[in-house]
């Protein structure tokens, strides 16, 4: 069975909503308003040396597909298989090319076979619905010193019962980003 690992970077009071560019209020808020230490992102190199496979929902592929595929600091990501969960997507991006994936059902079947870990980038609605499936086995954390009040959360907000998470790494980094690794407690 593969590891299924959704990454994040979240706001003090949980916002994951538009880190980078976006139509988000605070859009852009991990570079405008952190400053910038590069010790903070190691676990993103990690993530591309580790990971196997790339999932995401239909917004993120399409904010994804046309930067990603000419950033060379992707090239990783960029050279593995990605998979996109969609009942609405009617064909994947040419530039950068994703098996369709319509159901929950398949993304379970995904990660029951063999290979490494599949990762999770963006895609906070698919994350909430990996996680009500209990699909999800690990999240990583980045969570940066700002509270930005409303927006998108990480984890849902909708009624469920308790999920238990295990701490397997942290750390708190000179710019006060903290990176906090949860395996999923089954």
């Given at each position: 069975?593969?590891?299924?690992?959704?990454?994040?970077?979240?706001s003090a009071?949980?916002v994951?909503?538009a880190?980078?560019?976006g139509?988000?209020?605070?859009a852009g808020?991990?570079?405008?308003d952190?400053e910038?230490?590069p010790?903070a992102y190691?676990i993103?190199?990690r993530?591309?040396?580790?990971?196997a496979?790339?999932?995401?929902?239909?917004?993120s592929?399409?904010a994804f597909?046309?930067?990603w595929?000419?950033m060379?600091?992707f090239?990783a990501?960029?050279?593995?298989?990605?998979?996109?969960?969609s009942t609405?997507?009617?064909?994947?991006d040419?530039r950068?090319?994703a098996?369709i994936l319509?159901?929950?059902?398949?993304?379970?079947?995904?990660?029951a076979?063999?290979g490494?870990?599949?990762l999770v980038?963006?895609?906070?609605?698919?994350?909430?619905?990996?996680?009500a499936?209990g699909?999800v086995?690990?999240?990583?954390?980045?969570?940066?010193?700002?509270l930005l009040g409303?927006?998108?959360w990480?984890?849902s907000?909708?009624?469920?019962p308790t999920?238990?998470l295990?701490?397997?790494?942290?750390e708190?980094?000179g710019n006060g980003?903290?990176?906090?690794?949860?395996?999923?407690l089954?």
């Amino acid at each position: 069975m593969r590891q299924l690992i959704v990454t994040a970077f979240v706001s003090a009071d949980g916002v994951a909503e538009a880190p980078g560019d976006g139509e988000y209020r605070n859009a852009g808020w991990t570079f405008k308003d952190v400053e910038f230490d590069p010790a903070a992102y190691e676990i993103k190199g990690r993530e591309q040396e580790e990971a196997a496979a790339l999932l995401f929902g239909r917004r993120s592929y399409e904010a994804f597909a046309p930067v990603w595929p000419g950033m060379a600091e992707f090239a990783a990501f960029n050279a593995m298989p990605r998979f996109v969960v969609s009942t609405s997507l009617a064909a994947d991006d040419e530039r950068w090319p994703a098996t369709i994936l319509r159901s929950l059902d398949e993304v379970a079947a995904l990660r029951a076979g063999d290979g490494g870990p599949i990762l999770v980038q963006g895609s906070l609605e698919l994350g909430h619905a990996l996680a009500a499936a209990g699909l999800v086995d690990r999240y990583h954390v980045l969570v940066f010193p700002v509270l930005l009040g409303a927006g998108k959360w990480l984890f849902s907000a909708a009624s469920h019962p308790t999920q238990r998470l295990a701490v397997v790494e942290s750390e708190t980094y000179g710019n006060g980003v903290q990176k906090v690794v949860y395996d999923v407690l089954r």
